[in-house]
């Protein structure tokens, strides 16, 4: 199971700063010549309103990605640790977004010097940081990695804890 970051939006206090955070670590790998042609930045991660409710939305690195079978040039894979873009590859055509179920991936002008949309998306902030940048900025504790010890033991806990409202019941 791949891991990915999840958040707890009733937690989430919409302050975007994972946002913030999500360019500041791509930015030397991706921005910074766009952000010095004046192109606008990409987070690879959205904070949502929506009923009263923020919730940041961001890849869930799908086991079997429906991003990654959409893409028409097999610019989309999966290497061992997140599914990933080849921004080589990727001419933007927005497959990808078509497929998303999330909604977690974005097009835009990352690679300026051939300036063609190029896809991109969470990749769990691979070669930034120790974890992802958007969970160690998150003031409210909202955006958690799960992995899949963690989210084995996660559903564990909730069939034990369904069991005693079971028993306590009858």
């Known amino acids: 199971m791949n891991a990915f970051v999840l958040a707890v939006p009733s937690r989430c206090?919409?302050?975007r700063a994972c946002e913030?955070?999500?360019?500041?670590?791509h930015m030397a790998a991706d921005m910074g010549q766009a952000m010095e042609n004046g192109q606008?930045?990409?987070p690879r991660i959205s904070v949502v309103r929506e009923s009263g409710v923020t919730a940041p939305i961001q890849c869930r690195q799908c086991e079997d990605a429906p991003c990654a079978k959409a893409c028409p040039v097999g610019a989309?894979?999966?290497?061992g640790k997140a599914v990933v873009i080849d921004a080589e590859r990727c001419f933007g055509c927005k497959a990808c977004l078509a497929s998303c179920p999330f909604g977690a991936m974005q097009v835009g002008l990352i690679n300026v010097e051939h300036e063609v949309p190029v896809a991109h998306k969470c990749d769990l902030c691979d070669g930034h940081r120790d974890k992802p940048a958007c969970v160690s900025v998150c003031p409210a504790g909202a955006l958690s990695v799960f992995s899949s010890e963690s989210l084995q033991k996660l559903s564990a806990n909730k069939r034990l804890e369904?069991?005693?409202m079971t028993a306590h019941n009858s």
């Not at 913030?20 to 670590?25: E, F, G, N, Q, S």
């Not at 989309?76 to 290497?79: C, G, L, R």
Request: proline residues 5%; glycine residues 6%; charged residues 15%.
């Open 76 to 79: 989309i894979s999966y290497d």
């Open 20 to 25: 913030i955070a999500c360019v500041d670590a």
């Open 13 to 15: 206090i919409g302050c």
């Open 162 to 164: 369904n069991a005693r």
């Open 40 to 42: 606008p930045f990409s």
